[in-house]
């Protein structure tokens, strides 16, 4: 089939091999534009984009396709099938229709539940214990469309989402490869989504990150796993006189009491309004990620800053 593949970060490229690995044409790959990143701010080019590249396909990454000329650009490539994976722009309806098989997206969740930008952050920080992939056909609405696959996926309950996002994009990427395969052959059936049960999940905002010890130990757990390794949940220390940041990458939930906030027996076991969060991997600022116990041979934090 001619396809033209549209996505943007590391999650999208085993899809966008798997593609190309089966034969198909990709007749164009659209990406977000490069980005500022790093220290010296040097425009960085996507995961997608450096991966087409490196196939040899034309690669478009246009700031917006609501306009007439980005749209009749679209409509040149006379493709077949559009194929979407974490693109992160709306598709309008002349886009969603210029294919003649109309445009097939990966989602990370089972549809209904989590339907928007942050599926995977969202199932962990809300406690899920399972999840899925699915392969769903694109419509007006935010991920409101008839689903023809799905993979489901338990979540563990020291899972973080850096590990679901890297299992979960390769059970996608073959799902993908299912589904193509499917309706070249004329078999690909689409059912539509529940009515009941739909929920959304927003952006993470940066004001999320900040960890409130005065909630619930899970709560906490979950907020501090949903949010591994990126953005990172984080909270404020004080040692020998020095206030900093430490971002908090693997925790557990432990039996422990005390006024939320409150560092109790080995150092690194916090306090909450019910029960108490075990640090077990960690990131001061400006320092490389480590486990507790060699974040505690060398310093000694002395109390918790609270918010």
Not at 148 to 177: F, K, S, W, Y
Request: proline share 7%; hydrophobic share 45%.
């Amino acid at each position: 089939m001619r396809i033209v593949f549209m996505g943007t970060p590391e999650f999208s490229v085993p899809t966008l091999t798997e593609i190309v690995s089966a034969g198909h044409e990709v007749v164009a790959v659209y990406t977000q534009p490069p980005r500022p990143a790093g220290r010296g701010q040097a425009e960085r080019k996507s995961p997608v984009h450096l991966a087409a590249e490196g196939f040899g396909i034309p690669v478009l990454s246009p700031k917006s396709l609501r306009g007439p000329d980005e749209q009749a650009v679209f409509a040149l490539h006379d493709a077949d099938l559009a194929v979407v994976v974490a693109y992160g722009l709306l598709l309008p309806k002349a886009v969603l229709e210029a294919p003649r098989l109309g445009c097939l997206n990966l989602h990370g969740s089972l549809l209904p539940r989590w339907r928007g930008a942050a599926p995977i952050q969202r199932a962990i920080m809300a406690g899920d214990a399972r999840t899925g992939v699915m392969v769903m056909k694109m419509d007006e609405g935010l991920d409101t469309g008839p689903v023809a696959l799905a993979e489901e996926m338990p979540i563990g309950p020291e899972m973080t989402a850096g590990e679901l996002h890297d299992q979960m994009m390769r059970v996608g990427a073959d799902l993908m490869g299912r589904a193509l395969a499917a309706l070249e052959r004329g078999s690909l059936d689409f059912s539509p989504q529940p009515v009941e049960g739909v929920t959304y999940a927003r952006k993470i905002d940066k004001a999320e990150a900040r960890i409130d010890w005065t909630g619930d130990a899970n709560a906490i757990h979950n907020q501090i796993r949903g949010l591994s390794p990126f953005p990172g949940a984080w909270f404020e220390a004080e040692a020998g006189g020095q206030r900093f940041r430490i971002k908090l990458l693997r925790s557990r939930p432990v039996v422990g009491t005390g006024a939320p906030g409150t560092l109790l027996g080995d150092g690194l076991t916090i306090a909450c309004s019910t029960g108490a969060i075990r640090v077990v991997t960690l990131q001061r600022e400006g320092k490389a990620a480590m486990d507790a116990e060699t974040f505690l041979r060398g310093t000694s934090l002395d109390r918790i800053v609270l918010a």
